[in-house]
Nanobody, 123 residues
Framework: VQLQASGGGLVQTGDSLRLSCAAS?????MGWFRQAPGKERELVAV????????NYGDSVKGRFLISRDNDKNTVYLQMNNLIPEDTGVYYC????????????????????WGQGTLVTVSS
């Protein structure tokens, strides 16, 4: 299984950006993590198809929106009102396991990872 992420770039504070991640096969759970220099990888947003639920990290709630095109096995992350703290490498992640809420924030629960795309937000 391959995940192909795209859409990163350099933007200014307050700008918007959209990331895309296409999977080579259908996965129940697809989402995004990010990692800033010197920090641990953290959950940004996840879409659990079988449960029809989306979940977000606290720092992006109200600003980011995850959506999914099941026909294309693709998830999108619309990032609005970006701030410098959003800077980092964004990784697409997926699994065919039916994750419960307590597991979605743990990177170890995701079997498949994309190559990462860099998002830089300047002040």
């Amino acid at each position: 299984v391959q995940l192909q992420a795209s859409g990163g770039g350099l933007v200014q504070t307050g700008d918007s950006l959209r990331l895309s991640c296409a999977a080579s096969t259908s996965l129940d759970v697809m989402g995004w993590f990010r990692q800033a220099p010197g920090k641990e990888r953290e959950l940004v947003a996840v879409y659990r198809r079988s449960r029809r639920v989306t979940n977000y990290g606290d720092s992006v709630k109200g600003r980011f929106l995850i959506s999914r095109d099941n026909d294309k096995n693709t998830v999108y992350l619309q990032m609005n009102n970006l701030i410098p703290e959003d800077t980092g490498v964004y990784y697409c992640a997926g699994t065919d396991r039916n994750l419960i809420l307590s597991s979605i924030g743990g990177p170890s629960h995701y079997k498949y990872w994309g190559q990462g795309t860099l998002v830089t937000v300047s002040s």
